[in-house]
């Protein structure tokens, strides 16, 4: 099992930029396909992002498509996700999690077996 810590979270004004990354415990990495989702307050949590276990096919919500880019190195264990043009909508706590079911579905958070604890990420208008 993997266990997964999220960092680079924070305040960045409309227009900026963050990268987040995911970095994951354990030798299994590469047998993950890894995501990330987001909740802000009183709202439900969705997806954002997702990568399959080589990288080679990713998922984007329409709202940050063009925007955000998610990529993984197997060799460091780390997923990241590069986000762009913040915008005060994107302000949420963001979750990285990860997969090993074979019947992964990138959007569902059901189908993600690990989950990190969140990093904060705040975009002031």
């Known amino acids: 099992q993997v266990q997964l810590v999220e960092s680079g979270g924070g305040l960045v004004q409309a227009g900026g930029s963050l990268r987040l990354s995911c970095a994951a415990s354990g030798r299994t990495f590469s047998n993950y396909a890894m995501g990330w989702f987001r909740q802000a307050p009183e709202k439900e949590r969705e997806f954002v992002a997702a990568?399959?276990?080589?990288?080679?096919?990713?998922y984007y919500a329409d709202s940050v498509k063009g925007r955000f880019t998610i990529s993984r190195d197997n060799a460091k264990t780390t997923t990241y996700l590069q986000m762009n043009s913040l915008r005060p909508e994107d302000t949420a706590v963001y979750y990285c999690?990860?997969?090993?079911?074979?019947?992964?579905?990138?959007?569902?958070?059901?189908?993600?077996?690990?989950w990190g604890q969140g990093t904060q990420v705040t975009v002031s208008s």
């Open positions: 999690a990860a997969a090993s079911s074979v019947s992964w579905d990138p959007t569902e958070p059901n189908k993600y077996n690990r």
């Open positions: 990568i399959s276990w080589s990288g080679g096919r990713t």
